[in-house]
């Protein structure tokens, strides 16, 4: 885990942050990618671990590296509605999207597309006990689609990481950062951390307002 401040890009990043998160019982992780998010699976390395992604390299990191630990995986991308989309691979996987990627964030064009299957986060995890649940979103500009699709989950939620566009240019048709804000709000959560700030990201964790006035 890492805190940096970067004066010539004015990037800001805190990763020590995540020492103070809320315990939970359960860890879903949107948006796994070929190497998965390890500094939250060693975090909670006891607890329940869901990992959902579209993509066959996440569902290959998940059989080389997880499966044997207990973790779940369901290959399906997650947003508001069911559907079937074309999703653009990157050369990184991790910059894979379902969105179109503006002039300003371009760094090549996608090497592949792949249909994929869209789910609700509710409908994805019905059959699982859920208590108390962290969850974490990477999906390249779908986050609030996600978000849209798990108000149930929200429910049992201590805490949402999510990493969100606050360039709303760098995706064709991406939402603004202040509508991902009142979803959450509109969920009873609040900005508890900022994480890091980047030129077009920013990793932000959300409460429940309840928890933190207590």
């Known amino acids: 885990m890492t805190r940096y401040f970067y004066k010539e890009t004015g990037m800001y990043i805190d990763w020590d942050q995540l020492k103070s ?26 607890k ?15 059989k080389n590296s997880m499966a044997d630990k207990g973790a779940v995986f369901f290959k399906t991308a997650l947003g508001e509605t069911d ?4 999703i653009n691979v990157e050369d990184s996987i991790g910059r894979s999207t379902i969105l179109d990627v503006a002039d300003i964030n371009y760094e090549g064009d996608p090497i592949e597309k792949r249909h994929v299957s869209v789910r609700k986060l509710d409908d994805v995890v019905k059959n699982i006990q859920l208590d108390r649940v962290g969850l974490k979103i990477d999906t390249e500009g779908y986050e609030l689609n996600v978000i849209r699709g798990a108000r149930e989950v929200l ?25 991902f804000v009142k979803e959450m709000q509109d969920n009873g959560f609040v900005l508890s951390k900022i994480l890091t700030a980047k030129p077009f990201i ?8 309840s928890e933190l006035m207590l």
């Open 21 to 46: 998160l809320p315990e939970i019982d359960t860890l879903i992780d949107v948006g796994v990618g070929p190497e998965g998010t390890p500094d939250l699976y060693e975090k909670f390395k006891n």
């Open 48 to 62: 329940k671990l869901i990992l959902i992604d579209p993509l066959e390299e996440a569902e290959t990191f998940f």
């Open 83 to 86: 559907d079937e989309v074309i």
């Open 155 to 179: 429910k049992s939620t201590k805490f949402v990481l999510a990493e969100v566009r606050h360039n709303h240019e760098s995706f064709h048709g991406v939402y603004k950062l202040h509508e």
């Open 202 to 209: 920013a990793d932000l964790c959300f409460e429940p307002i």
